[in-house]
């Protein structure tokens, strides 16, 4: 951890560790822009009240990182935050720490037989221009993955067809039943209306702006400008009247997330509500008396939300010898990340690399026969004995045709607690006599390479937590290899055996745990074998809060809520939602 946070608590006590300490200024959203990333034509008001009353708005922050760009919900990897889960919603939510799922837009859904899905939706659900939700809806929706740039076009690998029955029922037909994409997709696909989209383009679909968007949701776009995004709460959500659920905040207005110092002084201002940003330090806000809050108050203090890898590409020697990831895998002191890196705002992980909410899938005869742990004298004989030596007195150790090793571990600069954790992954790997150097590309650079398979080893945490642990399986194993590999598969590691697993594991309903751990059990064996990424630590759903605006936030206290408290893209479907209906106005 860099030398600044090391004197968080003194700088806090004299508020040096912000700009804004004394200005007593609560921040508010300037007029809105003419377009998504656009500048706005006035300057953001200033001032307790404005155009958003304190104790009627929500502040966040954490998951925008530049500008809003589009309100595209096609484009869940940029658009802007909330497009998703506050405008548009889906057929279901998914609750990742018990595993259950939530009726949402859909009322029920169930296989009729092995190939066969109906769904019924709600009646009464209506779009924010008034119109109702109907079959033809979800089928519009789902059968725009037909088009081959959308994100979801592989679903049409198996989905034969979706047909309305009436106007609220929808049947799929499938050539192939692979349950557990198929559970994936009913709570992370939005539904679209298909009255507002039904006459654009392919290039409009993928790569419009939709600035202004028409959703089921429970809040309308408001305005926005270069670092904010407004929404306000509309009137005749459906879920108020179905579901007796209803969102607090009037306003929500989410910050462009431009530094951790920042962002730490607003949320000592009580200028952020929420902040979904990692913060250095926050432990010592959370024990001393700043009105801070995490889920948990003492470590982890964030509930898992994706696991941290160190990728190495296995098309390059020597990373390309399962012996020689095996021995890198028992040099990394994960412990001295956890600790000295994070202050314990994170978890090490299990070898298999599945998440705590997973547990039950992990196979633990496997996990002791096969698993590795930080020792790095086993390290060392682990490279000797796969024919590593030091052969030319340089401290280093040679590949087995004499060749000098010399690698690279990479990830973006400004990226502070990734930086100083493969400093420390670099320090290990040298202490066993493997010359490895960290660098730090600027961020676009570094998806380049990790794109085109030009790199040696860095950090990746692609993946969230989510319904199944297939995706995980899907995110390390899949083939066959691109020219670009932009999701998935980064280390390019190439074995059809455990990609034939990964996809019997597909076909098994999910409710079939059985089923699932049998096959689980045969994918880990392999994983722990080859040792193609190796699983390092939980990174936590970042997420702190204060109370002066808004109580009762989710925590592990037995009578609060046990919701997400996030708004990380992908999340407010995960339970974020919830987290927005739980709340309530602080009196006075």
Avoid at 311 to 339: C, G, H, W, Y
């Amino acid at each position: 951890m860099r030398n600044r946070w090391r004197v968080l608590m003194p700088l806090l006590a004299t508020c040096l560790v912000v700009t804004a300490c004394t200005s007593g200024q609560t921040p508010t959203p300037a007029v809105q822009s003419s377009a998504p990333g656009a500048a706005a034509s006035q300057a953001p008001a200033q001032g307790g009240e404005g155009a958003f009353p304190r104790n009627q708005t929500l502040y966040t922050g954490g998951t925008q990182w530049g500008a809003p760009a589009n309100f595209n919900p096609i484009r869940n990897w940029d658009h802007a935050t909330g497009t998703n889960g506050l405008v548009y919603e889906p057929l279901f939510l998914f609750d990742p720490n018990t595993g259950q799922f939530t009726p949402w837009l859909a009322e029920s859904g169930a296989w009729s037989d092995d190939t066969t899905y109906e769904l019924k939706l709600r009646q009464g659900v209506t779009w924010s221009d008034g119109k109702p939700l109907t079959a033809d809806d979800v089928v519009f929706t789902f059968e725009l993955g037909k088009m081959k740039t959308v994100p979801y076009a592989n679903l049409w690998t198996f989905l034969k067809s979706a047909e309305a029955v009436d106007g609220q029922t929808v049947k799929f037909t499938f050539t192939k039943p692979n349950y557990q994409q198929w559970a994936n997709a009913l709570y992370s696909r939005v539904m679209l209306p298909k009255h507002v989209w039904e006459a654009r383009s392919e290039e409009d679909v993928v790569n419009g702006v939709n600035d202004k968007p028409v959703g089921t949701g429970p809040y309308s776009y408001h305005s926005h400008d270069q670092d904010r995004v407004a929404w306000v709460k509309r009137d005749g959500w459906w879920a108020t009247k179905a579901l007796n659920k209803d969102v607090k905040p009037k306003y929500i207005v989410d910050i462009v997330n431009s530094s951790n110092e920042v962002a730490m002084g607003l949320l000592l201002q009580n200028g952020l509500d929420l902040s979904n940003n990692f913060l250095p330090g926050i432990a010592n806000l959370v024990k001393g008396n700043f009105g801070v809050k995490t889920y948990y108050p003492e470590p982890p203090y964030m509930l898992s939300a994706n696991t941290a890898w160190l990728v190495l590409n296995t098309q390059k020697k020597p990373m390309d010898d399962p012996a020689f990831r095996k021995a890198v895998a028992s040099a990394v002191d994960t412990k001295k990340i956890v600790e000295g890196v994070y202050g314990n705002l994170v978890r090490p992980a299990n070898p298999t690399g599945l998440l705590p909410q997973w547990d039950k899938y992990v196979d633990q005869s496997v996990v002791s026969e096969l698993g590795f742990s930080f020792d790095q004298a086993k390290a060392k004989k682990m490279l000797a004995d796969a024919g590593y030596k030091d052969t030319d007195g340089d401290g280093f150790v040679e590949n087995k045709d004499g060749s000098k090793i010399q690698l690279k571990i990479e990830v973006p600069a400004g990226w502070s607690d990734w930086m100083e954790s493969i400093r420390v992954i670099a320090e290990s790997a040298k202490a066993v006599g493997v010359n490895l150097t960290p660098e730090f590309p600027d961020y676009n650079a570094l998806v380049d390479k990790r794109s085109s398979g030009k790199f040696d080893m860095m950090i990746n945490n692609e993946r969230q937590l989510s319904n199944t642990p297939w995706m995980y399986y899907d995110y390390l194993f899949q083939l066959p290899i691109q020219k670009a590999q932009n999701t998935v598969n980064f280390g390019r590691y190439e074995n059809k055996k455990v990609w034939d697993l990964v996809q019997e594991l597909d076909g098994k309903k999910p409710e079939d745990e059985a089923g699932m751990k049998e096959v689980l059990s045969k994918i880990q064996r392999i994983q722990l074998e080859e040792m193609p990424a190796i699983p390092l630590w939980y990174n936590g759903l970042w997420s702190q809060t204060t109370s002066s605006v808004w109580t009762n936030w989710p925590s592990s206290a037995p009578d609060a809520p046990k919701s997400a408290p996030t708004m990380w893209r992908n999340w407010l479907e995960l339970g974020g939602i919830l987290t927005l209906t739980e709340i309530q106005p602080a009196k006075g």
